[in-house]
């Protein structure tokens, strides 16, 4: 890597990121290339912290419409981002990275309570930090923790990886083959045209924090790394 374009980043993954086409929960490769791009990065001096989903463990609005109490669906999935965050984990200390994993939830047998001081002195001491368990809060997605953690840990960019979306259309790119996509859209536009960024609460406080989101296709080869480069892949979203 040559002059990257960033010093810390905020990298969320979504659930179904980590599924890849395998299809299953979480697939190895998916993982496997995830990590060997947060080597490149940590090597360069880059702090890394990390959100995960746990769209492909859990949904509660699936659940929430078959019935089940919103709150209910809401926590059971906090406790999906807490199995991705554990897999992410295990894979990165497995390559010899220092990883730790703060849960908005209290789990003191496997991840420290989310303190946003400690966050930033294992970011310091070159540690990758994962935040699982969302906000805490049921009626928050794991879009606004990202944004929130972004905010706590004074990250340069919040990089939003998506599963064979490569960033930011008019209208749903895998529907509509004339979909028009954006390189670089306003806060705002995001907001007025409805598009499916992030939810709106999320974007607004990235609007109010000035936070840079890059859109990214995390399939694509190298993608994590050619965004922290700066390349110009996906579509970036600031004012």
């Not at 609005?61 to 919103?70: C, K, L, P, S, T």
């Not at 990886?161 to 209208?171: F, I, Q």
């Not at 598009?195 to 609007?207: E, G, I, K, N």
């Amino acid at each position: 890597m040559a002059n990257p374009k960033h010093k810390r980043v905020l990298l969320k993954l979504s659930g179904e990121a980590m599924m890849g086409d395998s299809g299953i929960t979480i697939d190895p490769p998916t993982l496997c290339g995830i990590v060997e791009q947060i080597k490149q990065l940590l090597t360069e001096g880059i702090e890394v912290a990390i959100v995960v989903g746990g769209g492909n463990i859990w949904r509660g609005a699936a659940a929430e419409a078959a019935g089940m109490d919103r709150s209910t669906a809401d926590y059971a999935g906090m406790l999906g981002t807490l199995i991705n965050a554990l897999a992410l984990q295990s894979a990165l200390e497995k390559s010899g990275i220092t990883t730790r994993t703060q849960s908005a939830l209290t789990v003191e047998a496997i991840a420290e309570p989310y303190i946003p001081r400690r966050a930033l002195r294992h970011l310091e001491k070159g540690r990758v930090v994962i935040f699982a368990g969302g906000t805490g809060n049921p009626y928050m997605t794991t879009d606004t923790a990202a944004a929130l953690r972004a905010i706590d840990i004074g990250a340069d960019v919040l990089l939003m990886a998506k599963h064979r979306v490569d960033g930011v259309y008019d209208a749903d790119p895998r529907k509509s083959p004339n979909a028009k996509k954006f390189e670089r859209i306003s806060y705002l536009d995001v907001l007025n045209l409805h598009l499916q960024v992030m939810d709106s609460t999320a974007l607004s406080l990235c609007m109010e924090h000035q936070l840079p989101i890059i859109v990214f296709d995390l399939s694509a080869p190298q993608s994590i790394v050619r965004v922290v480069l700066g390349e110009p892949i996906g579509s970036i979203v600031s004012t």
